[in-house]
């Protein structure tokens, strides 16, 4: 049996599960091949399945958009008599470790765990179930699923750094011009938003959140940085730490890259109750670029009902705070849940509105994806749905619900590829602006004049669809269908000059 392993994840997502566990199994000497299923076909990957001969076949599933390719690869291979284990890791499937092996017969196993945790010694029994089935934290079927319990929670400072030798990955990066790099400070989060998969998965397994040391983490960035890598994109659910031990860990981290002579610009992710002007000043100066930040809603129920433990208020504070610092924030309205009225909808577009100046990127509007694990799949319990892998649901409203489905259609892949253009340009400018190369100070103003002028264009539009399905027939489907077409090209690539 060969030591070659796949290990099969969408790679322009920038996130780290699988270089990770590449990483881990690298230090265990496993020919580890990343192969990224953004650019890489199923038949090409079954073709290299077939001439590799791998022991081990890992999907790496980080949310739901790819589990049905997934779990049809997994058939494709057998079919092709590839005879290779087949395991799923990620937060999903470990949460629903039994719905999965139930679904796809290809399947060997599950893991249930921190995939790093478990990896090696599944790929150095995977030839053999009786000594594979014993290992903590995998699931498999005995002849129905069982699930082992997790082995103990990792120390992230044991870890290697994450692998970033991917031949095959061709995902572009979010700036043309300097290397970047996906890296992250910690693991979980120590709150707990109702429908927040990454967070359900962690307190599962009793660890809510761990830090890597200062110095640890440092170490990474420095070898990175001495490689070229200027832009660091982290990407923890919860970047800074509980009130207390922030500005410790933080004068620490910028006291670790000073002492090294590293300057690097960033972006991380954040809550609205954690942007204070001075703190958040300290860390534009060390490089903070851009935050995600999660704002999810500007009608205090629906915060409520999610468990964010904001408001409104902190909400549009924190929005107008970054834009006064000059750090650009990009967040989505999570317009459609499964108790959306029109009411709900017309408060989020007013809040909207009402923050449009201090919005330097585009407005995204989202469903509420319910996954299975979560506190809000255990109050709706709707079963997870084998066609997009999480709980389906309508809006009682009928009218609410035609909203949510013309979203999907008017801010479609056209408006998609204006807000990545549009970040693209931020990205282009502030990297310009930190690391002193030719910028000019109007651009900035430039993009955000773009930003605002398309935010007000598109809350227009939102403004028409709401009163067309108040006062018209919502039924006839041809005029439905007619409004569509309008208010899409209303929001199609606008004149960039």
């Known amino acids: 049996m060969t030591r070659t392993i796949f290990l099969i994840e969408d790679l322009s997502q920038q996130h780290l599960q699988a270089q990770s566990v590449a990483a881990v199994l690298r230090q265990a000497d496993f020919r580890t091949c990343l192969l990224d299923s953004a650019e890489t076909d199923p038949n090409t990957i079954v073709a290299l399945a077939i001439q590799g001969q791998p022991r081990l076949i890992i999907f790496s599933i980080l949310f739901a958009d790819h589990v049905s390719e997934y779990l049809g690869l997994g058939h494709a291979l057998r079919n092709a008599g590839v005879h290779a284990h087949l395991t799923l890791i990620g ?142 994109l982290f990407d923890d659910e919860q970047f800074l730490p509980p009130r207390g031990a922030r500005e410790k860990r933080i004068a620490e981290f910028a006291d670790a890259l000073r002492q090294r002579d590293l300057q690097i610009a960033f972006t991380c992710k954040c809550r609205a109750d954690e942007v204070d002007e001075a703190f958040f000043r300290q860390l534009h100066d060390l490089g903070l670029l851009r935050v995600y930040i999660g704002i999810e809603s500007g009608h205090q129920p629906t915060l409520d009902w999610m468990r964010k433990k904001t408001t409104v208020q902190q909400n549009a504070d924190a929005l107008k705070t970054l834009d006064q610092l000059g750090i650009v924030a990009n967040f989505r309205t999570l317009l459609f849940h499964p108790w959306s009225t029109l009411e709900t909808i017309r408060t989020e577009i007013d809040f909207l509105e009402n923050v449009t100046p201090h919005g330097p990127t585009l407005f995204s509007f989202r469903d509420v994806e319910i996954f299975a694990g979560t506190p809000l799949a255990e109050q709706t319990r709707n079963p997870i749905s084998r066609r997009n892998w999480v709980s389906e649901y309508t809006i009682a409203d009928p009218r609410a619900e035609l909203l949510r489905r013309l979203n999907r259609i008017v801010y479609g892949s056209s408006y998609t590829k204006t807000q990545d253009a549009l970040d693209q340009a931020w990205f282009d400018v502030l990297l310009s602006k930190r690391f002193g190369m030719q910028s000019d100070a109007s651009e900035l103003d430039r993009l955000k004049g773009i930003a605002i002028n398309l935010n007000r264009i598109t809350l227009g539009v939102w403004r028409e669809m709401l009163e067309f399905v108040e006062r018209e027939d919502i039924y006839d489907a041809a005029g439905v269908h007619l409004r569509a077409g309008e208010w899409a090209r209303k929001t199609e690539s606008p004149q960039w000059a």
């Open 91 to 232: 937060a999903l499937p470990a949460l629903a470790s039994a719905t999965f092996l139930a679904a796809c017969p290809a399947l060997d196993s599950v893991v249930g765990s921190e995939p790093e945790a478990t990896i090696a010694q599944l790929a150095y029994t995977c030839h053999d179930s009786a000594q594979w089935q014993r290992i903590p934290g995998i699931a498999y079927r005995s002849p129905t699923p069982h699930a082992n319990p997790p082995p103990p929670p990792i120390h992230l400072d044991d870890l290697p750094f994450a692998l970033r030798d991917s031949p095959i990955s061709n995902s572009q990066p979010p700036t043309s011009h300097l290397q970047f790099a996906t890296i992250a400070a910690s693991r979980g989060c120590y709150h707990e938003c109702a429908f927040c998969l990454p967070c359900a998965f962690y307190r599962a397994l009793g660890t809510r959140y761990r830090l890597r040391s200062i110095f640890h983490l440092v170490d990474e960035i420095q070898v990175l940085s001495q490689q070229g890598t200027r832009l660091f």
